[in-house]
């Protein structure tokens, strides 16, 4: 399997719910990013923790970072219609600039 | 500012034939980045750029695939002999630096869809 994986694949909640996905990894890592992506198009940069941080806030966004258990969880809470999106961690190991992305959370939020 | 753009942002092709595809990242921006999504999944990584060079072309599926960087700026991924399993949607990203490692935000293109017929 991939480094970064997300679960759940896919996520369905009602709008106002808060909504946890989950990133696996299996190297050590220098940073971890979330990226959204609407549509399949292009995605966009959510937030970023550092391999020394433990949490991070951004908005309706919370980031946690568990570097013994190589997880990640992102909350967006209160969630809107509008979240609806997949959802991608990204991890960069070593000293590579190649960014690894996980395979997707695919949430929707349910007006 | 204007951000990364992608031409065209759809091309349906016959097997066999080569396809091009463009990458016009944000200006002053040195790093770029291809990557490939299949159908409902994550993104693979294919060829990054830091100016005109490619220090990583690792991820790159086969020898029918070849990317160029001219100028510090455009990139063009091209594809020979397409199979239909190349279809797919080709993202391009740029960053300032290339400082993956730092945490540098990548800034994506809206993609290519891509489907061999």
């Known amino acids: 399997s991939q480094q970064g994986e997300e679960d759940p694949q896919a996520l369905s909640i009602q709008e106002g719910e808060n909504a946890t996905m989950n990133c696996s990894y299996k190297?050590?890592?220098?940073?971890l990013q979330w990226y959204r992506q609407n549509s399949g198009r292009g995605l966009v940069h959510l937030i970023l923790?550092?391999?020394?941080?433990r949490e991070k806030h951004s908005g309706r966004l919370r980031v946690t970072l568990d570097t013994s258990k190589k997880s990640s969880s992102l909350l967006i809470t209160a969630s809107r219609a509008a979240d609806t999106a997949s959802y991608f961690c990204?991890?960069?190991?070593?000293?590579?600039?190649?960014?690894?992305f996980g395979t997707g959370t695919k949430l929707q939020v349910i007006p | 500012g204007a951000g990364v753009s992608q031409s065209p942002s759809n091309k349906v092709t016959e097997k066999g034939k080569d396809v091009e595809l463009r990458c016009d990242p944000i200006s002053g921006h040195t790093a770029l980045y291809w990557y490939r999504q299949s159908l409902g999944q994550g993104l693979e990584f294919l060829i990054y750029f830091q100016g005109n060079s490619a220090p990583d072309k690792s991820g790159l599926p086969s020898d029918r695939f070849s990317a160029e960087r001219t100028g510090g700026s455009v990139s063009t991924l091209t594809i020979q002999r397409t199979q239909q399993e190349d279809s797919a949607v080709y993202l391009c990203?740029?960053?300032?630096?290339?400082?993956?490692?730092?945490?540098?935000?990548?800034?994506f293109g809206p993609g290519t869809r891509l489907l061999v017929l």
């Open positions: 190297t050590s890592i220098n940073n």
């Open positions: 990204a991890t960069v190991s070593g000293g590579y600039q190649k960014v690894t």
């Open positions: 990203a740029s960053s300032l630096a290339g400082l993956a490692v730092l945490g540098e935000t990548q800034y």
């Open positions: 923790i550092r391999s020394n941080e």
